[in-house]
């Protein structure tokens, strides 16, 4: 079965940094592309960023380019999201996700979230 | 840049069939993608590349797609179904990223 667990959101002041890691089992975590997902409480998801099976594929929302840095870790079957020079609007919950595919951008498989709050 | 739009809300009644629309520019080039989210809950996909459900999505649950336009289609809705439904895409016009509509919430009662 597929878990995927997410971990390191916490309540942080705007301008400053956290980690984000999702750790994966259940599958063959080396084969698929992962992704992060975002929702402000009460609102609607939004796509954050992924990463292929190599990390030679990645992309991020114009939101969050140049601030936030996804990795994987295949000999630990973690996936991670640094993110830096927070923002007010960065408040949400992450969900990890896992891709069908090596390289796909849709996801079959979430976590159950992990919540970022970003306050002075 | 690339958007899905959805209408805010769908009510219909248990048995009813309920249609849920998804709009896009790049939709007739690009697959679209349905998520469910029930209350408190992470999403479930629910149909893939426009018309295919994943093993565990009820036959009641179809998609289609045409043109601009995609479609979630509940046929005989029940209670459970009520929750918030996405639909997404992926545009690849420039750097490839992922577009979720702003959400329909369908209300079975």
């Known amino acids: 079965e597929v878990h995927l667990v997410e971990s390191g959101g916490d309540l942080v002041q705007p301008g400053r940094s956290l980690r984000l890691s999702c750790t994966a089992s259940g599958f063959i975590f080396d084969d698929y592309a992962m992704h992060w997902v975002r929702q402000v409480p009460g609102k609607g998801l939004e796509w954050v960023s992924g990463?292929?099976?190599?990390?030679?594929?990645?992309g991020y929302a114009d939101s969050v380019k140049g601030r936030f840095t996804i990795s994987r870790d295949n000999a630990k079957n973690s996936l991670f999201l640094q993110m830096n020079s927070l923002r007010l609007e960065d408040t949400a919950m992450y969900y990890c996700?896992?891709?069908?595919?090596?390289?796909?951008?849709?996801?079959?498989?979430w976590g159950q979230g992990t919540l970022v709050t970003v306050s002075s | 840049s690339y958007e899905l739009t959805q209408s805010p809300s769908v009510s219909v009644s248990p048995g009813q069939t309920a249609r849920i629309n998804c709009s896009g520019d790049m939709l007739p080039k690009k697959y679209a993608y349905w998520y469910q989210q029930k209350s408190g809950q992470a999403p479930v996909l629910v149909i893939y590349e426009d018309t295919k459900r994943p093993s565990g999505t009820p036959e009641r649950f179809s998609g289609s797609s045409s043109g601009t336009m995609a479609t979630l289609t509940i046929s005989g809705a029940q209670v459970e179904d009520e929750a918030d439904y996405y639909c997404?895409?992926?545009?690849?016009?420039?750097?490839?990223?992922?577009?979720f509509g702003s959400g329909t919430k369908v209300t079975v009662l």
């Open positions: 997404y895409s992926i545009d690849n016009s420039g750097d490839r990223r992922g577009v």
């Open positions: 990463i292929g099976w190599k990390s030679n594929s990645i």
């Open positions: 996700a896992k891709a069908p595919r090596a390289e796909s951008y849709y996801f079959d498989y």
